[in-house]
Nanobody, 126 residues
Framework: HVQLVESGGGSVQAGGSLRLSCLAS????????MAWFRQAPGKEREGLAT???????AYKEFVRGRFTISGDIAKNTIYLEMTNLEPEDTAMYYC?????????????????????WGQGTQVTVS
C-alpha cells in the first residue's frame, strides 16, 4: 500500500495560518489524485481540497479563498496552506491518495473515492 505522512499541524490563534505537508512513499502504485480532509470530534470526515496528477484543483466552497492546495503528485508531495483560521477549523487533518482516474472523479471530495490515508495531523485554533 501507499504510505502517507502528514506534518505541519499545531496550535494557532484565530486569524493565524498553518502550512500542512503530505509525503507519499515511493511504490509501484501510480497516484492519480490526492486530497486533504478533516474530522472534528463528533463530526463526519469532510473533504477540503483535491489535486489531480494533471494539476486540476477543486475546493470545498467553505474553504475557498482561505485554503490553498498545491504540490506535485509526480514528486509525491502536496501541501495545504491555511490562512485566517477560525476555531471551527479545529480538527484532525488527513491526507488521502488514490490511483483511480476517471472524469467522474475529477472534483471528488468523498472519502469513498480515496484508497490510502495518512495518520492525520492535529490543528487546534483558539
Amino acid at each position: 500500500h501507499v504510505q502517507l505522512v502528514e506534518s505541519g499541524g499545531g496550535s494557532v490563534q484565530a486569524g493565524g495560518s498553518l502550512r500542512l505537508s503530505c509525503l507519499a512513499s515511493r511504490s509501484t502504485t501510480k497516484i492519480e489524485r490526492m486530497a486533504w480532509f478533516r474530522q472534528a470530534p463528533g463530526k463526519e470526515r469532510e473533504g477540503l481540497a483535491t489535486i489531480r496528477s494533471d494539476g486540476i484543483l477543486a475546493y470545498k466552497e467553505f474553504v475557498r479563498g482561505r485554503f490553498t492546495i498545491s504540490g506535485d503528485i509526480a514528486k509525491n508531495t502536496i501541501y495545504l496552506e491555511m490562512t485566517n483560521l477560525e476555531p471551527e477549523d479545529t480538527a484532525m487533518y488527513y491526507c488521502a491518495a488514490d490511483p483511480k482516474w476517471a472524469a467522474s472523479l475529477t472534483w471528488s471530495l468523498s472519502t469513498s473515492d480515496f484508497t490510502y490515508w495518512g495518520q492525520g495531523t492535529q490543528v487546534t485554533v483558539s
